[in-house]
């Protein structure tokens, strides 16, 4: 009796001070994470090459190219100027590699365009966690092309544009779409991979990963770039302007930020 009297406080003792000796179910319940999360500002306002191909393992030779479009982010090469880009090379816009958009995406995350069209082909089900990362860049400073002014005129004057667009690359900007895919948790699964619940149903990611590449161009209208008098680029750049104008635009103050984000890039 003393021996039952003494495992049964044993019991309560470990009941009251040790919870962890008895085990019981608990219920985790999830929130709906994030999901198409709106992409950068600076990102709507670049100019996309359309598909670059091949071009992404050659992206120097952007620099320094006349590119006509065909439509929206879609242009054909006419010419690459010969004094131009050859010393040009490949920089790391972001060396520690850090993510500048970061979401989970499902095919509504094609209406933001650009750079999340290609959800448009995922089937209803199908949720990806994306990562966007500048990876590379290439840049044409102002000093270079004012030398091959010359050989610039002379192209055009050859090869008259017929009222179609046509521009010069100044520079390009390679980005890199990673996107990983996920998998449904099915109830009462066991795993060790974090879990997370998208549109209701709770997912883990899984190992399989693709990667898609995006080039955008730091463009320059050429009716602009060689027009006569004093609003031609080649020209000094403090008569770019009228007098009237008391600040120069910011994307002349910094050129090369400019062509990243595609802000004043093109002028109309």
Known sequence: ????????????????????????????????????IALPTHFKSRNLFGKPGPLIYKLEDFAGIVVEETKPNHYRRL????????????????????????????K?????????????????????HIQIMDVGLVFAPWKQIHASENELRRWIAANPANGKKRFLVQGALLTLILGTSTNVVAAGSQVS????????????????????????????DLRTLVAPGPKSLLDPIDRLFDS??????????????????????EIK
């Not at 470990?14 to 994030?34: D, Q, Y």
């Not at 010419?79 to 979401?103: F, H, R």
């Not at 290609?118 to 949720?127: E, I, M, R, W």
């Open 244 to 265: 009237s104008t008391k600040a120069k635009p910011s994307w002349v103050e910094n050129t090369r930020i400019a062509g990243i984000a595609g802000i004043g890039s």
């Open 193 to 220: 991979t974090p879990v997370f619940k998208v549109n209701g149903e709770l997912r883990r990611l899984d190992s399989t990963t693709r990667r898609d590449y995006q080039v955008a161009l730091a463009l320059i």
């Open 108 to 128: 509504n995350a094609k209406l933001n365009g650009s750079y999340l069209a290609f959800a448009a082909d995922f089937s209803a089900q199908q949720v990806e």
């Open 79 to 106: 010419y690459k100027l010969k004094n131009l880009g050859d010393e040009i090379k490949v920089e790391v816009p972001d060396a520690k590699g850090q993510p500048i958009y970061e979401s989970k995406i499902d």
């Open 1 to 36: 009796m003393t021996r039952f009297v003494t495992l049964v406080h044993l019991l309560v003792a470990c009941m009251l001070l040790l919870p962890g000796c008895i085990t019981s179910k608990k219920t985790v319940r999830f929130s709906e994470v994030a999901k198409n």
